[in-house]
């Protein structure tokens, strides 16, 4: 059974920092690429990084230099270190894994406000 499970979320103020975590099991790790997704409340789900099993990264604009997405398949684990959040960043956010077939984490809540 394929589980991905996300934690790091929390609320922090504008500007401050978020380190997320996903831990995968049953797939093989290393031959999936990773993505994190986000949603906020009433908008529909946007890719915000994804590194592919070879560590090539790739971003969306409204992240770039701020977010980095990284990777250790030793742990089975993908993070997203979130800098200089802005209360725009307020959403759930979600890894996934792809290769024939992508499969959710669950969310994790991140809230960006003072």
């Known amino acids: 059974q394929v589980q991905l499970v996300e934690s790091g979320g929390g609320l922090v103020q504008p500007g401050g920092s978020l380190r997320l975590s996903c831990v995968a099991s049953g797939i093989i790790f290393r031959l999936y690429a990773m993505g994190w997704y986000r949603q906020a409340p009433g908008k529909q789900r946007e890719l915000i990084a994804h590194i592919t099993p070879g560590n090539t990264t790739n971003y969306a604009d409204f992240v770039k230099g701020r977010f980095t997405i990284s990777r250790d398949n030793a742990k089975n684990t993908v993070y997203l270190q979130m800098n200089s959040l802005k209360t725009e960043d307020t959403a759930v956010y979600y890894c996934?894994?792809?290769?024939?077939?992508?499969?959710w984490g669950k969310g994790t809540l991140v809230t960006v406000s003072s």
């Open positions: 996934a894994a792809a290769r024939t077939t992508t499969y």
